[in-house]
């Protein structure tokens, strides 16, 4: 049975009828913004119409090739008759003024050919009218143009149209045939470990049934492996066409990519992306995306597709090198051939956001909203707690809405409408300012919201001068702000809280550093209904990490489906390689602060680090308790041939490989000092003798603030425990995160000590992993005697 090959009209007509040059100038994401406004436009057009107008008429074209059946489909805006013909009625939302607008927009009118020459087959026409209909979304003004086709002239048109898109979807099918072929003779690389197996097997589970399944996979059971390996094999057996692979950082991309090359060595023909954020891509020193600054951007668009057609038919890996210097030759902008090619790889190793954040995910995928054959593997997903919230939530500040409605004034070009618009935002904060207190909850902000609506469209006019704005990147800057927080608007509901605050704003352009501001925050505290909506996008969703304690906890941050599966699988090393101890008589509790409590700390790192000669980490909750310890530590106990380091707040990429090249050195004793939940406490893989203690001073739990405590007080009144949720829980993910950086192989051996009597409460041990079976409490007087005999054995 032949494979159907479904695309959208839209799809294909970009794809194949762009060209000219890349230019970002115009209205920055216009087109989301475009077609949110377009509908509301549409919609108010189509009941104008007469009684004889059909709004909404989805319309497809099927063909049946020697490789696959193509079917193309979408929906026409409108069909109508006029005199003794019929026409398709195409409306697009546009800020340009209409009366620059000679002719339809080439890609617009062949969306509108598309459902012409559908329309003409169905019901057997010989001609064909189209009408494109443009409306002005500020001045709703109308404008529109109007042809009759005839139906040999539209059945040329579109069959060279398909027949150039064909190339593109011959080669994806030859190219997954030899993929599955590959596939089918893979083989798992390794000897099983134990869980292993049960991991690999849940997660091909998963995707053939289509569910959300958690896995709690504790270091060492090789998750990357154990998660590409059975997606790979759904590839081949047909219940998805894509694989996702999502990270929050770097380090964890790469070992995805290390994998990747490793299967490929093994016989995998896969074509994999890494993903790389645009600034990272960019090759010029300013990242100015338009053709009058970039070489690459002019013409982009008349290379681009024979740029990406080449690479795909010679290579099968594209990571960051790679991509500039393809587009060096072909005289391209980078992150844009990225995009392209992601459409017709296997894999996309990207971040977290390119699927989830609500301003940047890939719309090229996701934009239809419909459930694709995608997977998504969600790698450390105990990180898409905090992105998450992050991401979903928004702000405005007034001293933003000020200092732009300044830089606009300022500009040589009145733009007085854009103006007052600010004007009017700025005055609705400081009437929430004036008539509440420093902070203060919200019941709702409608008022603000409209008045940034208004602003939003006043910005158009604007948008079409920015070519020559003075202050652009200023006023742009403030525009994204704005963009995002009515996108977020869009998103309240009860999983929200918002709220207003007073508070200091650091301007580092000037003396007064510490100028009072006020703002008014969206603030997502569950978001776990706007996760699903992205997991719903997919057929399947992996997430798996060495630190989903409590399993339910993170459940009900991330989805809101019943009968999720989750499982947890046994840590595959001996458990008599980590001695796990807790320290009773010490506690990061901020009212036992103070120098004695340092001391009592610095000698209980003193006396773990003296019983074996070698590389140590100590993690803090904070910067200021690590510079206290750190201080008193050097003081009382450097001496001999102990090495001290210390992670400095702000640290660059280089300080960083230099930090843990020094780990990487066995000529220790080395005592590092490191933040809990920083670029140290997570991520990073120190084998064997290159780190044989983790030291967790305290129990992680975050610093209270305002936000935390609306946190708790929201799940309070949901009935759980908001404690549990604005504080244990993610301390305690950092606490697990700091710990496991000692075993991270079958042979590695390792002191684990938790530095917090609270570690023997129960609410603490029963969030203790499955291997932290033996705990060894202990006190200052006697901490060395368990560490000596630990190393003796």
């Known amino acids: 049975m032949k494979n159907v090959v479904r695309v959208s009209v839209r799809n294909i007509v970009e794809f194949i009828l762009r060209s000219g040059d890349l230019d970002n100038r115009r209205n920055p994401d216009a087109d989301k913004e475009a077609m949110q406004k377009g509908s509301r436009l549409h919609r108010k057009l189509q009941k104008q119409m007469g009684a004889d107008y059909q709004s909404e008429v989805p319309l497809s074209w099927e063909v049946d090739t020697p490789r696959y059946v193509l079917r193309i489909e979408g929906r026409a805006d409108g069909i109508f008759p006029k005199k003794d013909d019929w026409y398709i009625d195409e409306i697009k939302g546009i800020y340009r003024n209409l009366a620059e607008l000679g ?13 012409a020459y559908f329309y003409l087959v169905r019901e057997d026409l010989e001609c064909m009218g189209v009408r494109m209909t ?9 404008k529109s143009f109007e042809h009759i086709y005839q139906k040999d002239e539209l059945e040329s048109w579109f069959m060279d149209l398909v027949g150039r898109y064909e190339k593109w979807l011959d080669f994806q099918h030859d190219w997954r045939a030899a993929r599955n072929a590959s596939i089918h003779a893979l083989c798992f690389p390794f000897e099983y470990r134990e869980g292993q197996k049960k991991m690999v097997a849940g997660v091909y589970r998963a995707i053939e049934q289509g569910k959300e399944l958690f896995v709690q996979a504790p270091t060492g059971v090789g998750k990357t492996i154990s998660s590409i390996y059975p997606a790979v094999r759904g590839l081949e057996n047909g219940f998805i066409d894509k694989i996702f692979y999502l990270t929050a950082k770097t380090i964890t991309r ?18 994999t992306l890494i993903l790389t954020a645009k600034e990272k891509m960019c090759p010029n020193d300013d990242m100015e995306c338009n053709p009058d600054v970039c070489p690459y951007a002019k013409g982009h668009y008349d290379r681009v597709n024979d740029a990406v057609f080449e690479m795909l038919s010679k290579e099968n890996y594209f990571d960051r090198d790679n991509m500039l210097l393809h587009a060096q030759k072909w005289n391209i902008c980078p992150f844009e051939m990225s ?10 190793i990207c971040d977290y956001n390119y699927v989830f954040d609500p301003n940047v995910y890939l719309r090229r995928f996701f934009s239809e909203g419909r459930k694709e054959k995608y997977v998504f593997l969600i790698d450390e997903a105990h990180n898409l707690v905090e992105r998450g919230r992050e991401m979903y939530s ?4 007034l001293g933003w809405v000020a200092d732009t409605r300044k830089k606009v004034k300022g500009m040589p070009v009145e733009h007085k409408e854009l103006y007052r618009a600010l ?22 902000v409608d008022s603000l919201i409209l008045a940034c609506m208004n602003l939003q469209g006043s910005f158009d006019s604007w948008m079409e001068d920015v070519k020559q704005a003075v202050y652009k990147d200023e006023i742009l800057d403030f525009y994204f702000q704005l963009r995002r927080f009515l996108n977020v608007a869009e998103l309240l509901d009860e999983h929200y809280v918002m709220y207003q605050e007073n508070f200091g704003r650091k301007d580092l352009n000037k003396k007064d550093s510490n100028k009072r501001d006020f703002k008014i925050k969206l603030f997502c505290v569950n978001p776990a209904a706007n996760i699903q909506n992205c997991l719903d996008r997919a057929s399947s969703s992996v997430f798996f990490s060495a630190t989903l304690v409590p399993i339910n906890y993170y459940q009900s941050l991330f989805t809101t489906q019943s009968g999720v599966y989750s499982f947890s699988v046994p840590s595959p090393f001996p458990k008599n390689h980590k001695l796990l101890l807790v320290g009773q008589d010490v506690s990061s509790l901020y009212q036992r602060r103070g120098l004695a409590e340092y001391q009592k700390i610095a000698e209980y ?6 019983q074996k000669k070698g590389n140590y980490m100590v993690f803090f909750p904070s910067y200021q308790m690590l510079e206290s310890v750190y201080e008193v530590f050097c003081e009382r106990f450097q001496f001999g041939s102990i090495e001290v380091l210390k992670q400095e707040s702000n640290m660059q990429e280089a300080e960083k490989e230099q930090f843990l090249e020094a780990f990487s050195k066995q000529d220790g004793p080395k005592v590092g000092f490191c933040i809990m939940g920083g670029i140290f406490g997570e991520g990073i893989d120190l084998i064997g003798e290159q780190l044989i203690g983790s030291i967790v001073v305290g129990t992680g739990i975050p610093q209270v603030s305002k936000e935390r405590e609306l946190l708790k007080k929201y799940y309070d009144e949901l009935g759980t425990d908001g404690f549990n949720y604005a504080y244990r829980y993610p301390g305690m993910n950092k606490v697990l995160q700091a710990a496991g ?12 000590a938790l530095l917090d009597g609270r570690f023997m409460q129960e609410e603490y041990v029963t969030l203790f992993p499955n291997d932290w079976e033996e705990v060894y409490p202990c006190y200052l007087e006697n901490v060395d005697i368990p560490v000596r005999e630990f190393w003796l054995e």
């Open 394 to 397: 928004a702000e405005i500040q």
């Open 103 to 115: 002719e339809p927009v080439a890609v617009h009118e062949a969306q509108a050919m598309c459902y």
């Open 423 to 444: 004007g009017r935002v700025e005055q609705q904060l400081k009437q929430y300012q004036e008539s509440g207190a420093d902070f203060e909850q919200l019941e709702h």
């Open 254 to 271: 790469a070992v995805a990519a290390n994998t990747m090359v490793l299967l490929n060595e093994n016989g995998l023909r896969c074509k």
């Open 741 to 752: 950086r000692v075993i991270r192989t079958n042979s590695d051996r390792g002191v684990i």
């Open 605 to 610: 790192i003193q006396k773990i680090v003296w």
């Open 339 to 348: 995009l392209d090619l992601s459409i017709w790889v296997d894999m996309i």
């Open 134 to 142: 443009y409306g002005n979304l500020t001045t709703e003004e109308i």
